[in-house]
C-alpha cells in the first residue's frame, strides 16, 4: 500500500493534469488505463494477462477512464456554479460526449435548466 499511495501522489496527478479541459477518444483512454493498470501489476507481482480490476476495487480505487470522467464531472460542477456564465461552457455542456458521459453515470447538472432546454425542444417543435 506504501507504493501505491507513493505513485497516487506523484505520478497519478501528472497522468490526469488537465483532463478536464480537453476530450479524448476512447482507444486513448483505453491506452492510459493500461498504463495505470500496468502499475498495479508491478506493485502487486501479477502477470500481464491478470485483470487488476478486483484489485483496484478493493483498494476503493478507480480505473484511469472513471477517474478521468470522475474529474470532468466535479469540474462541470464546480463550473456551474459560478457566477458568470461562458458560452463555451454552455456548448460543452450540450456536446454529445458530455450529454454520453451524463447518461452513463445518470448524472443530472441542472435540473431546472435542463427542464427548461426539454421544455424549449418541445415548443420549437
Given at each position: 500500500?506504501?507504493?501505491l499511495?507513493?505513485?497516487?501522489?506523484?505520478?497519478?496527478?501528472?497522468?490526469?493534469?488537465?483532463?478536464?479541459?480537453?476530450?479524448?477518444?476512447?482507444?486513448?483512454?483505453?491506452?492510459?488505463?493500461?498504463?495505470?493498470?500496468?502499475?498495479?501489476?508491478?506493485?502487486?507481482?501479477?502477470?500481464?494477462?491478470?485483470?487488476?480490476?478486483?484489485?483496484?476495487?478493493?483498494?476503493?480505487?478507480?480505473?484511469?477512464?472513471r477517474?478521468?470522467?470522475?474529474?470532468?464531472?466535479?469540474f462541470?460542477?464546480?463550473?456551474?456554479?459560478?457566477?458568470?456564465?461562458?458560452?463555451?461552457?454552455?456548448?460543452?455542456?450540450?456536446?454529445?460526449?458530455?450529454?454520453?458521459?451524463?447518461?452513463?453515470?445518470?448524472?443530472?447538472?441542472?435540473?431546472?435548466?435542463?427542464?427548461?432546454?426539454?421544455?424549449?425542444?418541445?415548443?420549437?417543435?
Amino acid at each position: 500500500m506504501p507504493r501505491l499511495c507513493l505513485f497516487e501522489a506523484f505520478c497519478l496527478p501528472l497522468l490526469t493534469y488537465g483532463c478536464e479541459g480537453f476530450s479524448m477518444s476512447d482507444s486513448e483512454l483505453k491506452k492510459l488505463n493500461v498504463c495505470l493498470n500496468n502499475v498495479y501489476r508491478k506493485i502487486f507481482n501479477m502477470n500481464r494477462w491478470e485483470s487488476v480490476k478486483q484489485i483496484q476495487f478493493l483498494c476503493c480505487r478507480l480505473d484511469l477512464i472513471r477517474l478521468i470522467h470522475s474529474h470532468k464531472l466535479k469540474f462541470v460542477c464546480a463550473v456551474s456554479k459560478c457566477s458568470l456564465s461562458v458560452e463555451c461552457f454552455k456548448r460543452y455542456v450540450r456536446s454529445s460526449a458530455f450529454v454520453s458521459l451524463c447518461i452513463e453515470y445518470d448524472f443530472v447538472l441542472d435540473v431546472k435548466g435542463f427542464v427548461y432546454d426539454k421544455f424549449e425542444d418541445v415548443c420549437s417543435l
